[in-house]
């Protein structure tokens, strides 16, 4: 069964940077798009960042030009390097994969961005 581990979250104050990692294991099938998504308290859970397997990306509007994703297919991980973060940047994030048509979700991650 694949899972999704999610690394690297945590408290940082504005204007910081933080990087976060998820690593999928028990992958039999090729994995075709990864991508990191947040959710706020009270918000719903929405669309940071994807990726495709032969690297498209496309990003949210409010991430544009601050945060890249990236992956190493040979390792079945994705990465998100998030620069000048804000404050409204703070929510669990969760990494997702789709593989083999099922999409699976990580467990998430905490990222706090203080003022």
């Known amino acids: 069964q694949v899972q999704l581990v999610e690394s690297g979250g945590g408290l940082v104050q504005a204007g910081g940077a933080l990087g976060l990692s998820c690593a999928a294991s028990g992958v039999i099938y090729t994995i075709n798009t990864m991508g990191w998504y947040r959710q706020a308290p009270g918000k719903q859970r929405e669309l940071v960042a994807r990726?495709?397997?032969?690297?498209?990306?496309n990003y949210a509007d409010s991430v544009k030009g601050r945060f890249t994703i990236s992956r190493d297919k040979a390792k079945n991980t994705v990465y998100l390097q998030m620069n000048g973060l804000k404050p409204e940047d703070t929510a669990v994030y969760y990494c997702?994969?789709?593989?083999?048509?099922?999409?699976?979700w990580g467990q998430g991650t905490q990222v706090t961005v203080s003022s």
């Open positions: 997702n994969a789709l593989v083999g048509g099922s999409l699976r």
């Open positions: 990726i495709t397997s032969d690297g498209s990306t």
